[in-house]
């Protein structure tokens, strides 16, 4: 039930670009929501975009370098990364969110993506 494939990630220079990609699949509810999240040691998971409704929700730091575009049709997630910095190295995880008839929700995640930013 439920499962997220992530591809995209790696190295590449400060000022570069890079392109996370997202799929689900199996999913027994209707999708919610689709975002991306990112993780660094010893730090809690953090929210960096998220799209819903139509609507998309960006962490400040983030704002006017990432663009995160949905298909809902596909459940399929983008999060296009530019201007990319040192402190933008993490492992971002995909996350879709289900909601059932009786509203009930669930959270799946991807397997996650090392960016690293470095010259």
């Known amino acids: 039930q439920g499962q997220l494939v992530e591809s995209g990630g790696g190295l590449v220079q400060p000022g570069g670009s890079l392109r996370l990609s997202c799929t689900g699949s199996g999913f027994i509810d209707s999708v919610n929501g689709m975002g991306w999240y990112r993780q660094v040691p010893g730090k809690e998971r953090e929210l960096v975009a998220y799209?819903?409704?139509?609507?998309?929700t960006y962490a400040d730091f983030v704002k006017g370098r990432f663009t995160i575009s949905g298909d809902f049709n596909k459940n399929t997630v983008v999060l296009q990364m530019s201007s990319l910095k040192p402190e933008d190295t993490a492992v971002y995880y995909c996350?879709?969110?289900?909601?059932?008839?009786?509203?009930?929700?669930?959270?799946?995640w991807g397997q996650g993506s090392q960016v690293t930013v470095s010259s």
């Open positions: 996350n879709i969110k289900t909601r059932s008839r009786t509203g009930v929700y669930w959270d799946f």
């Open positions: 799209t819903s409704g139509g609507v998309e």
